[in-house]
DNA sequence: TTTT
DNA sequence: TTTT
């Protein structure tokens, strides 16, 4: 079925680059979109919205953006739960980048290799979190 | 800045109307939008996308629209995050739908009046949950 | 760079399918999108617009659509042009649908072979004229 | 019904910038849209899309974007068509953009007042070729 | 050259 | 908490 997201924003950080125990890159981020509209407070004038990206597109992402970088996403939108550790149900939507574009000259990162931590052997974690919660995603959910 | 979401899915339940203390309409409802892509287990084969409309579009999606019906979206993605009894922070991330395009032969609903209930005082609640938690959000913050 | 079509509307005509010289199929038809706005003539309240799909999908449209088919397309906007026999060129802007949802209950075509003939050597001609100018399309142009 | 087109890319010259009859502004432009995957032969790796834009949209446009200019674009399809001067009737697929992303630190053109000069009374022309065609387009078939 |  |  017709599931399609197109976002244009700004990383709210660096990205977060992991592996699954197959090796596989996913890179984590979350992008500020800016409203259109403003509010009469002029308060809560951005959408957070979390991103996923896999592979090559993840490795690129990791490399070459930071926070503050203006990016173009194509993707999906994804929902997912998984059991956090005071065994609530967590639920999670999250866009699945199938393409990223980069909308600024090119500013390649200084390396942050702390980022490049593998995942925890039974998961991808919370990849929003700050936590390691592992959650029931192998590699056979890989959406590509 | 861009932000657009399309999709095409099922309603999971029948939509949910209520309205502000101005008396303006919001429907709720959420969309089973099955992926293309099959899992090896056969498993988690659908996303389920919470979505928001407001005012004639509300009335409409609630006249008209029940469990299982087929419907197109066109919006925008939007977070908002409230206070849970437990005073822990929910994050949310819906769909507010500009416009809905229904997809199959009218087959108008029968009423179902206690759907027509008020909001409570303060804000339009949790709509996607079951309980009545009151959240931030006024008449000032409708998005059109 | 980000391209992305989303449509919903109906087929004007029983899909045409055609092969390259390679053997790949190639379906186009043509839809009819009915606009939200309408104008104090009550005329021109559609637009119509060209897809292309190939392959595995171009089978399945044209196996299980005609004319009136409703169908969600998720795909990407296209330009080429061609030398018309006259000798202008002639400027096409069409969508290729990289997804083709159908949106009816399976109502199989009545076999039409006679829309099943190959395409001239050279290329796949103009997909939505009558006529069969070659174009400069080889199978090397192919977009996926 | 669901008609969404969302599109990056670059402005191929400067934009053109009328009015019709009534004073309403309407700018057009073309948009060079890199593709992502290259032909063998490394030709024709953009879709060049045509777009028109109205109000005050119109006036932004044309004064804070040039030829190069990257934007983001979020509208629909719409197809017209219009008698060209030796009679044959010339059909048109372009995106009309109801929100335009300038997507580059402020750029302010130098003013090129020969740019806006009036429409003919009776249409907005062709607007992207050089003639001044008269098309059967009036302030009433105005899309906003 | 247009669909329900 | 999920639809055909």
Do not use: H
């Not at 194509?74 to 609530?88: C, H, I, P, S, V």
């Amino acid at each position: 079925m017709i599931n399609r997201v197109v976002l244009i924003g700004r990383l709210t950080k660096d990205p977060d680059l992991r592996y699954t125990p197959n090796g596989i890159p996913v890179a984590t981020f979350t992008l500020a979109v800016n409203r259109t509209y403003t509010n009469q407070q002029g308060e809560k004038e951005a959408d957070f919205i979390n991103c996923v990206t896999w592979r090559k597109q993840a490795e690129n992402v990791a490399n070459y953006l930071n926070k503050g970088s203006l990016v173009g996403v194509d993707g999906r939108l994804q929902t997912r739960n998984y059991e956090a550790q005071d065994g609530r149900r967590v639920y999670v939507t999250e866009v699945v980048a199938e393409s990223v574009q980069f909308l600024e000259p090119k500013n390649s990162r200084t390396n942050a290799p702390e980022k490049d931590e593998p995942l925890p052997s039974d998961g991808y974690g919370d990849p929003f979190g700050d936590s390691d919660d592992p959650i029931d995603v192998s590699d056979d959910d890989l959406p590509f």
